[in-house]
């Protein structure tokens, strides 16, 4: 039986239980909200069980005093995941990309998901911006998926750096990693950038 399959259901059903925010969910309802056949359905529990992060009476999992603190500690990480799925990259699936995803992002990189979205209030866009002063790209509002598409492909994504080398009367310059690129005034308007000295 794959460990590491059992290891991402038992967090899943603690994530769950926590979302749920009950004292006590039945097994019949976890087991309706997990992708999981019965056999690893039961290894999970088992696991949980033995790490004493559950407790189970009348068909009813309960959380010990060590599960709710980590069943916390996961459901806080897929929020932020879900979080900037949605707020800063605009993924319209981002409670699915957050369930899909949540296992194998590196807490270094959940840190800098973190990290972007407490910044983006401090963000402004980048029509706004002096020339030739460096910024981070922090957001992109953009809901127009054909846009979008093509402002990822010019390199224009949350976490890139670069500068305004230049205006015209309805677009601005943008140089982003030494490679030039001109953008319409709206939507500069949508990529929100911060100097990046600022941000720490």
Do not use: C, W
Request: proline letters at 2%.
């Amino acid at each position: 039986m794959n460990e590491d399959h059992i290891r991402e259901i038992t967090e899943d059903l603690l994530r769950i239980i926590a979302e749920k925010k009950q004292d006590a969910v039945s097994l019949s309802m976890l087991k309706e909200d997990i992708s999981a056949d019965s056999e690893l359905f039961t290894a999970a529990i088992g696991e949980l069980k033995k790490e004493g992060l559950i407790r189970i009476e009348n068909h009813e999992v309960t959380l010990t005093k060590t599960g709710r603190e980590k069943a916390e500690k996961i459901l806080a990480r897929h929020e932020i995941i879900e979080k900037y799925f949605h707020e800063i990259l605009k993924e319209p699936m981002s409670h699915n990309m957050a369930h899909a995803l949540e296992h194998f992002i590196a807490d270094k990189t959940v840190r800098k998901m973190r990290e972007f979205l407490n910044m983006r209030e401090k963000g402004k866009p980048a029509h706004d911006f002096p020339l030739e002063r460096e910024f981070l790209i922090i957001a992109v509002d953009i809901t127009n998926k054909r846009i979008l598409e093509k402002i990822v492909s010019l390199g224009l994504t949350p976490g890139s750096r670069g500068k305004i080398e230049g205006k015209m009367p309805n677009a601005l310059i943008f140089n982003i990693g030494g490679r030039k690129v001109a953008l319409a005034n709206e939507i500069a308007e949508k990529i929100f950038v911060i100097v990046e000295d600022e941000a720490y």
